[in-house]
């Protein structure tokens, strides 16, 4: 079974500055793919940052970046220039190469203080 | 393109009720899934279908019926509404073949069962 776990059910961020979001999962896959998606007040889901597990090089999107540790499957995202619009729900997921499930964590609530 | 659209979204059933959560998409994904997202869980699969004519359970399938008559659109069906189906209901489509990007999200229904 794959299980996903965020250790930080909440977080604030002053606005301009760094933060990073842990995201940790078990597998016994090799080949599979992570995601983080934002949920903001409006509750609709959206995509932030993609990483196929057998690309060693970590995933960037403006100012959205990734850690990933595969041998520690280890998944942070970095949020750079942190901006008012970025306070929302955050999720790590994870999803096997041949598969239609999503593995969710539980959410990180983040807040970016002006 | 409208993307996944779910109606309604929001709703109020009394317990023993039945009624259907309508989601459609217009990008001729092959895959979609029903996700119920409830607090401090994250999200949970209750059905998906690969294609037309072709559906399986979840995680959490109890309570729920679906099918997939056309590629458009996955209704899911609840036959005796139930408190513990209190919760927020994603919609979400991809195209088939590794998941490399994820699936695409509707913005959700909020169901209430008193």
């Known amino acids: 079974a794959q299980t996903v776990t965020q250790s930080q059910p909440e977080m604030s961020v002053q606005e301009a500055e760094t933060v990073t979001l842990s995201c940790t999962y078990d597998?016994?896959?090799?080949?599979?793919?992570l995601f983080w998606y934002k949920q903001p007040p409006s509750r609709q889901m959206i995509l932030v940052i993609r990483?196929?597990?057998?690309?060693?090089q970590n995933a960037t999107e403006n100012r959205f970046s990734v850690n990933f540790q595969k041998a520690a499957k280890s998944f942070s995202l970095k949020i750079s220039d942190s901006q008012l619009g970025d306070t929302a729900m955050y999720f790590c997921?994870?999803?096997?190469?041949?598969?239609?499930?999503?593995?969710f964590g539980t959410g990180t609530s983040l807040t970016v203080i002006p | 393109n409208a993307g996944v659209t779910q109606t309604p979204k929001f709703q109020v059933l009394k317990t023993g009720q039945s009624m259907t959560l309508q989601c459609a998409q217009d990008?001729?994904?092959?895959?979609m899934s029903w996700y119920r997202q409830d607090p401090g869980m994250g999200l949970r699969l209750i059905h998906y279908?690969?294609?037309?004519?072709?559906?399986d359970q979840g995680e959490v399938p109890n309570g729920y019926n679906v099918s997939r008559s056309t590629t458009e659109d996955f209704p899911l069906r609840l036959l005796s509404a139930a408190p513990s189906q209190t919760s927020v209901y994603f919609c979400?489509?991809?195209?088939?073949?590794?998941?490399?990007?994820?699936?695409?999200f509707g913005s959700g229904t909020r169901l209430t069962v008193v």
């Open positions: 990483q196929e597990a057998y690309k060693q």
């Open positions: 997921a994870f999803m096997k190469h041949v598969g239609n499930q999503f593995y």
């Open positions: 990008m001729n994904h092959e895959y």
């Open positions: 279908s690969v294609g037309a004519g072709i559906t």
């Open positions: 597998t016994s896959e090799s080949n599979y793919y």
């Open positions: 979400a489509s991809r195209l088939s073949g590794p998941p490399s990007y994820g699936y695409t």
